[in-house]
């Protein structure tokens, strides 16, 4: 065998492994959200199928793969089939440019963070699909919401961490985490952790950003006509959204893998757990903000900050070069 | 500046909210494991309804039926029978608990004690048909929660005897024939 097909066998087997273990995980997250919620709200949570529940994950997979699938009968067939793929597989696509370990990821990807942002626009037209395809009026309430809220959000998460990019000088996942050697961007970039993360926790609809979705006034939102597996689909699209907008929190702002001491696997999965539990605790504490709100939120507040966070970065690197040269 | 301050503030308590919240973590939790730790239902929990004795041995029961009129999802049953020395006592008596509610009405209802809630809530079954109790399911041996109880003693239809008018808080009948000038 030759080397370069050599190399190409181990990419492949570790691109395979690392999306397995993503969906994996993020369908265990929903028995780990569950025990969290619990946890945060004095009860125990699923705690009776195996030992500690850990087997609740196969219970609710058998019962959702001997559900009906339906597909109402006035709805869009093929876009109500394609919306809950688009949806799953937009972020698992784009879990694709989060490296690991320096030596376990995906791709490595010149335009890295730009390819997140192609994705994520794609990933709502998941959820546009599925509230149009369903001609029901809350599927559609959802979505349109969903479409007011991408609309405020995706123009500040942009922005917000053209800081990162700026200090790096790259758009390279890679090269941006070789940058934090020193120091995480956590701290000079502050302002920009703020903003994409809340344009994260919006851009996986994860409460209290979960407008479109809002059980409470909207049956399920955009997903009320879902049933089954194509129910699970975005189901665990949402869990993936989590684990790739945590990893790329880990990323871009806490320094990938590293960290004194333990190894850069270790490193990274504390990071990304923290923020898992970080998005776990939003939903466990904070409610729901009316939509007109969260638009005047990323509007006024959100896109200014960027915009600010931008402006004094680059000045700060102008000014350093200047003063180097 | 008011408004960059009310930034702060709203930033800070939703900190603050993640922060309580997180706390309870390290709270005691409420959840009881049910089947492993067992419930300790108050005395006048209203669960399995059982018909009682009185404190000489005999059914309570009248059946005056006031309690099947009074359940308001109709599943109590019975007929009214007779025995020698003339006490009214139910031939059958039937309590669907499928449809019990549990609300307490019968004892409400009932004259004589005789149908009890008590706080055992563990009914469940496999099979609907053996959800229905008869009486000899509902009926116990003791008086239930009124230990002294006995409506024989006190008032009451004239039963070999006991004829009219001897009970404890009773005046003998009064001929109003002989009222008369
Ligand atoms: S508890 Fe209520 S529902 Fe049940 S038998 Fe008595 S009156 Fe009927
Ligand atoms: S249980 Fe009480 S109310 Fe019901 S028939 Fe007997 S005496 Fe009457």
Redesign the interface.
């Known amino acids: 065998m030759s080397p370069e097909l050599t190399t190409i066998l181990v990419t492949v087997a570790q691109g395979i492994v690392i999306l397995l273990v993503a969906v994996l995980v993020a369908a265990y997250l929903s028995w780990v959200e569950r025990r969290l919620l619990a946890?945060?709200?004095?009860?125990?949570g699923p705690n009776r199928v195996g030992p500690f529940g850990t087997m609740q994950l196969v219970a609710d997979m058998l019962k959702m793969f001997f559900k009906e699938d339906w597909i109402p009968p006035f709805a869009d067939k093929l876009t109500f089939i394609l919306a809950p793929i688009v949806s799953m597989s937009a972020f698992m696509l784009a879990f694709a440019i989060i490296p690991i370990t320096p030596n376990w990821f995906v791709a490595d990807l010149n335009i890295g963070i730009l390819y997140f942002f192609m994705l994520a626009g794609l990933a709502v037209y998941g959820v546009l699909f599925a509230g149009w395809s369903s001609v029901s009026k809350y599927a559609l309430l959802g979505s349109l919401r969903s479409t007011a809220q991408s609309v405020s959000y995706e123009v500040f998460m942009g922005l917000s961490i053209m800081g990162v990019v700026a200090q790096a000088g790259s758009f390279n996942m890679i090269e941006i985490v070789n940058a934090q050697q020193n120091i995480w961007f956590i701290i000079p970039q502050f302002f920009g952790f703020i903003t994409f993360f809340a344009s994260g926790v919006a851009v996986t609809h994860r409460s209290p950003f979960d407008l479109p979705e809002s059980e409470a006034e909207l049956g399920a939102g955009y997903h009320t006509e879902y049933s089954g597996m194509k129910w699970g689909m975005f189901f665990v699209g949402e869990y993936v959204g989590i684990l790739l907008v945590s990893g790329l929190l880990v990323t871009l702002f806490l320094g990938g893998w590293h960290g004194p001491l333990l190894p850069p696997f270790v490193w990274f999965m504390l990071k990304i757990s923290f923020f898992i539990m970080l998005f776990i605790?939003?939903r466990?504490?904070?409610p729901r903000p009316r939509y007109d709100q969260l638009m005047s939120v990323g509007w006024k507040?959100c896109l200014p900050l960027t915009l600010i966070n931008l402006l004094l970065t680059g000045a700060i690197i102008l000014w350093q070069q200047g003063g180097g040269a | 500046m008011n408004y960059l301050w009310s930034?702060v503030t709203d930033f800070g308590t939703?900190l603050r909210?993640?922060w309580?919240?997180?706390s309870?973590?390290f709270?005691?939790?409420?959840?009881l494991?049910y089947p492993e730790q067992k419930v300790n239902a108050p005395p006048r929990y209203r669960g399995r309804i059982v018909l009682t004795r009185d404190p000489d041995g005999n059914e309570r029961c009248v059946a005056c039926n006031l309690c099947a009129v009074a359940c308001p999802v109709g599943c109590i049953s019975l007929q009214k029978a007779e025995s020698a020395d003339g006490r009214w006592y139910p031939e059958f008596f039937r309590i669907n608990f499928s449809r019990c509610i549990f609300c307490g009405m019968c004892e409400e209802a009932c004259p004589t004690t005789a149908i009890q809630l008590t706080p055992d809530f563990e009914l469940a079954d496999y099979k609907r048909t053996s959800l229905v109790y008869e009486k000899e399911h509902l009926l116990i041996s003791g008086p239930g929660k009124y230990p002294d109880y006995n409506f024989y003693h006190i008032a009451g239809m004239a039963i070999s005897g006991k004829p009219k008018g001897s009970g404890q808080n009773e005046a003998p009948p009064i001929d109003t024939k002989s009222l008369l000038p």
């Open positions: 946890w945060w709200q004095d009860r125990y605790l939003l466990a504490a904070l507040i | 930034l939703q909210s993640l309580m919240v997180f309870h973590g709270r005691k939790r409420d959840t494991q």
